[in-house]
Nanobody, 121 residues
Framework: QVQLVESGGGLVQAGGSLRLSCAAS????????MGWFRQAPGKEREFVAA????????VYGDSVKGRFTISREYGKNTVYLQMNSLKPEDTAVYFC??????????????WGQGTQVTVSS
């Protein structure tokens, strides 16, 4: 069992930056790929980024490539999402997930509760 808690969301102006954190409980953090998804009001959950259990492989959604960076810190059981050059269309609830490396919702078995990111124009 893995429990995930996101933090770091908030309100930021367009062009600004935020760093999201996802703290994982349990000793098996290093066994899972970690992903970030987001969901805007009235829209389906969208894949944002993922990182392999080793940290050696990363995958990004097309809409965030070149702006967002995913990383993980094993000593703190934490995965990060550094978001730069934010746009109003990045506004959403951001969810952290643990599971198999992939871009589908079904690739991940464990989910956090989400953190709100709002980008003003």
């Amino acid at each position: 069992q893995v429990q995930l808690v996101e933090s770091g969301g908030g309100l930021v102006q367009a062009g600004g930056s935020l760093r999201l954190s996802c703290a994982a409980s349990g000793r098996t953090f290093g066994s899972y790929a970690m992903g970030w998804f987001r969901q805007a009001p009235g829209k389906e959950r969208e894949f944002v980024a993922a990182i392999s259990w080793s940290g050696g492989n990363t995958v990004y959604g097309d809409s965030v490539k070149g702006r967002f960076t995913i990383s993980r810190e094993y000593g703190k059981n934490t995965v990060y999402l550094q978001m730069n050059s934010l746009k109003p269309e990045d506004t959403a609830v951001y969810f952290c997930a643990a599971g198999s490396l992939g871009v589908l919702y079904s690739d991940y078995a464990y989910w956090g509760q989400g953190t709100q990111v709002t980008v003003s124009s």
